[in-house]
C-alpha cells in the first residue's frame, strides 16, 4: 500500500511565525501535490512538484514556498503565518503517467493563533 | 479555464434511497476524472477514475460513475445508501500539467 505521511495531525503556532509542514511518501513517486481545504472551497492547489528541487506554483501560493531536497519528501512553508491560513493542509504524490491516481496523506490541520 | 463544479452542498438521504452527485468539467482534451471520498476524520480515498474507454465506471462499495462527454458530465451513482456513506465526496480532474482540480464537495449525510 502506497504511504503518505504528514508529520503532524494538528499544529498551533502564532501569528508571524515560520511554519514547516513535512510530508514523506514510500513510493519513489515523483509528482508531489500540497493542497488545503476549506469549508465550501474544497481543494485548492497550493504548489506542485515534478521531481527534486524542482516546484512549481499552484492556485494559491501566495505566503506559501515548498521544499523538495529527496525524493520521497516535500515540504510546505509559510514564511510567516497568518489568522488566514488557518485550515487543513493535503499532501499528495502520484507515479508519472497519464492514467495514474494521486494519494493523499492524513492532513495536518493547522491553527494560527 | 479549467474547472470542475459540483451541485450539491450537502444532500440529506434516508438509508436505501438512491443517490446522484452531479459533477460538471469545463475544459478540452483529454479528460481524466476523479471521484475521492472523505470519511468522517479520514485521508481522501479514491472511489473510482475515468482515463478512456467504457463511460460507466465502477467504483468500490458499490458505487459508479458515467463520463457523458456531451455533456461535460461526471456523475456519481449508488442505487441504496447506507449510513456508512455518510462523508463529503469531490469530484476532479487532471489538468494539462497533471495536477488535479477539485469540485468543492458534496457531504452525504444519510439518516438511518
Known amino acids: 500500500d502506497v504511504k503518505v505521511t504528514q508529520s503532524s495531525r494538528y499544529l498551533v503556532k502564532r501569528t508571524g511565525e515560520k511554519v514547516f509542514l513535512e510530508c514523506v511518501q514510500d513510493?519513489?513517486?515523483?509528482?508531489m501535490f500540497w493542497y488545503r481545504q476549506d469549508p465550501g472551497l474544497g481543494l485548492r492547489l497550493i504548489y506542485f512538484?515534478?521531481?527534486?528541487?524542482?516546484?512549481e506554483k499552484g492556485d494559491i501560493p501566495e505566503g506559501y514556498s515548498v521544499s523538495r531536497e529527496k525524493k520521497e519528501r516535500f515540504s510546505l512553508i509559510l514564511e510567516s503565518a497568518s489568522t488566514n491560513q488557518t485550515s487543513m493542509y493535503l499532501c499528495?504524490?502520484?507515479?508519472?503517467?497519464?492514467?495514474?491516481?494521486?494519494?493523499f496523506g492524513q492532513g495536518t490541520r493547522l491553527t494560527v493563533v | 479555464a479549467q474547472s470542475v463544479s459540483q451541485h450539491n452542498h450537502h444532500v440529506i438521504l434516508s438509508e436505501a434511497a438512491s443517490l446522484e452527485l452531479g459533477c460538471n468539467y469545463s475544459?478540452?482534451?483529454?479528460?481524466?476524472l476523479f471521484w475521492y471520498v472523505q470519511y468522517p476524520g479520514q485521508h481522501l480515498q479514491l472511489l473510482l477514475k475515468?482515463?478512456?474507454?467504457?463511460?460507466l465506471v465502477k467504483g468500490i462499495k458499490g458505487f459508479e460513475a458515467e463520463f457523458i462527454k456531451s455533456k461535460f458530465s461526471f456523475n456519481l451513482r449508488k442505487p441504496s445508501v447506507q449510513w456508512s456513506d455518510t462523508a463529503e465526496y469531490f469530484c476532479?480532474?487532471?489538468?494539462?500539467?497533471?495536477?488535479?482540480?477539485f469540485g468543492k464537495g458534496t457531504k452525504l449525510s444519510v439518516k438511518p
Open positions: 499528495a504524490s502520484r507515479p508519472p503517467g497519464l492514467n495514474t491516481e494521486a494519494f
Open positions: 513510493m519513489d513517486h515523483e509528482n
Open positions: 512538484s515534478y521531481d527534486v528541487k524542482m516546484k
Open positions: 475544459y478540452g482534451g483529454t479528460v481524466n
Open positions: 475515468y482515463f478512456s474507454g467504457d463511460p
Open positions: 476532479a480532474g487532471r489538468r494539462s500539467q497533471g495536477n488535479l482540480i
